[in-house]
């Protein structure tokens, strides 16, 4: 009886400090948490790790898989190259749908190529077949719009985060 009383006297007066600690960790997370702004340049690691970063923060609801499709800039030497095979992709994947659950983001240095590659990408895309898909556009407030009356007849939780 003894031993069990001493046991539970010291977990109860060491409750406080792992309280504590569990604080520390949580006001260490928050200020690492701090969101990413857009790069003012196309340099593709920086929007590389901006896109990361906004798909993270946007993961609330997603028990699934990802599918970013990102353009490098448009002063990329193989830039057409790129947005024609990512358009190839892109209509692939959604074409043969993606399932309630999975994340689709699309983002890029240049909002206006980037909307033009989400609304060609749902194109013949049949209406109601991405219910519980969540649907991230990362851009311009002027493409926004352009991209939701696009997607949204999918099915899709259209979010758009604007690239600041």
């Known amino acids: 009886m003894k031993t069990s009383s001493r046991l539970l006297l010291i977990a109860c007066l060491a409750l406080p400090f792992v309280a504590g600690c569990q604080k520390e960790e949580k006001k260490e997370a928050a200020a690492e948490a701090a969101p990413l702004s857009a ?4 340099d593709e690691t920086a929007w590389s790790a901006y896109l990361t970063d906004v798909v993270k923060r946007n993961l609330d609801g997603v028990n699934g898989s990802t599918y970013v499709y990102v353009l490098p800039a448009p002063e990329s030497p193989t830039f057409q190259r ?44 049949q209406p109601a077949t991405m219910k519980g898909v969540k649907f991230i556009f990362i851009g311009d407030a002027a493409d926004s719009e352009r991209v939701k009356a696009a997607v949204t007849a999918a099915g899709v939780n259209y979010v758009f985060v604007e690239a600041k």
């Open 82 to 125: 790129d947005y024609d095979l990512m358009l190839e992709k892109s209509v692939g994947d959604m074409s043969r749908g993606i399932l309630e659950g999975n994340l689709v983001a699309f983002g890029s240095p240049n909002s206006a190529k980037t909307a033009d590659l989400a609304v060609a990408s749902f194109a013949n895309v």
């Open 39 to 42: 790069p003012k340049t196309g």
